[in-house]
C-alpha cells in the first residue's frame, strides 16, 4: 500500500493568515492527489483533485500543488469557516489511501 | 440534485450481522463507482473498498478484504456494506461516496452511518 504522511498533525491559525499543509506519499503517484476538508459531525468535501484542480464551488483561496511525491493545499487566507480537518487522498493505486489529517484549529 | 441517501444509525451486539444502504438519486447510478470510507471515533478516515453498480466490478482495500462485503442492486440505485459477524473494533461511523472514475476522487458523499457495536 502507499502511505500518506501529512504535517503538520495541528496547527493553529488566525483568520487572515496564509496556511500551507504538506502530503508526502512514500511512493510516486504523479498527480494522482485529492484534498478534502471535514468538519465536525459532516462528510467529508472534496476540495481539489489531480493535485492541482479547484473542485467546482470550492472558493478560490484554497490551492494545490505538486506532483510524485511531495504535494501542498495552501489557504491563502484563512476564514472562520476554514477551521476544520484537512485530508489528502491517493488515486494512483489501491487502495486509495488516504492521510492522517491535519486539525486547522483557531489560535 | 445528487444525492447519497444512507440509512440509519445501527446498535448491534458481536457476532451479530449487518447491511447498511446507500441510495443514489439525481444521476446515472450504473455510470459511477460508489466507495465505502470508515472512520473510527476519533479517528481519520480509511478507504474500504468500492464497486462499480454497472456491472458489479468489486476492489477491496487488503484491510478490509474478507472482513466486509460491498455488493449493489442497480434496480434500486442502492450500495451495501455487511458485515456477517461484527466486532466491537467496527464500532465506527462509515461514509458511502460516489466516483466517475475508479481512480478519481469522490465528489459526492453519504451522510454516514454510524454503527455501534456493545455487548
Known amino acids: 500500500d502507499i502511505q500518506l504522511t501529512q504535517s503538520p498533525s495541528f496547527l493553529s491559525a488566525s483568520v487572515g493568515d496564509r496556511v500551507t499543509i504538506t502530503c508526502r506519499a512514500s511512493?510516486?503517484?504523479?498527480?494522482?492527489l485529492a484534498w478534502y476538508q471535514q468538519k465536525p459531525g459532516k462528510a467529508p468535501k472534496l476540495l481539489i483533485y489531480?493535485?492541482?484542480t479547484l473542485q467546482s464551488g470550492v472558493p478560490s483561496r484554497f490551492s494545490g500543488s505538486g506532483s510524485g511525491t511531495e504535494f501542498t493545499l495552501t489557504i491563502s487566507s484563512l476564514q472562520p469557516e476554514d477551521f476544520a480537518t484537512y485530508y489528502c487522498q491517493q488515486l494512483n493505486s489501491y487502495p486509495f489511501t488516504f492521510g492522517p489529517g491535519t486539525k486547522v484549529d483557531i489560535k | 440534485e445528487v444525492q447519497l441517501v444512507q440509512s440509519g444509525a445501527e446498535v448491534k451486539k458481536p457476532g451479530e450481522s449487518l447491511k447498511i444502504s446507500c441510495k443514489g438519486s439525481?444521476?446515472?447510478?450504473?455510470?459511477?463507482?460508489i466507495g465505502w470510507v470508515r472512520q473510527m471515533p476519533g479517528k481519520g478516515l480509511e478507504w474500504m473498498g468500492i464497486?462499480?453498480?454497472?456491472?458489479?466490478?468489486?476492489r477491496y482495500s487488503p484491510s478490509f478484504q474478507g472482513q466486509v462485503t460491498i455488493s449493489a442492486d442497480k434496480s434500486i440505485s442502492t450500495a451495501y456494506l455487511q458485515w456477517s459477524s461484527l466486532k466491537a473494533s467496527d464500532t465506527a461511523m462509515y461514509y458511502c461516496?460516489?466516483?466517475?472514475?475508479?481512480?478519481?476522487?469522490?465528489?459526492?458523499w453519504g451522510q454516514g452511518t454510524l454503527v455501534t457495536v456493545s455487548s
Open positions: 464497486i462499480y453498480p454497472g456491472d458489479s466490478d468489486t
Open positions: 461516496a460516489r466516483t466517475y472514475s475508479s481512480n478519481e476522487p469522490f465528489d459526492y
Open positions: 511512493q510516486g503517484i504523479s498527480s494522482y
Open positions: 489531480a493535485a492541482s
Open positions: 439525481g444521476y446515472s447510478f450504473t455510470s459511477y463507482w
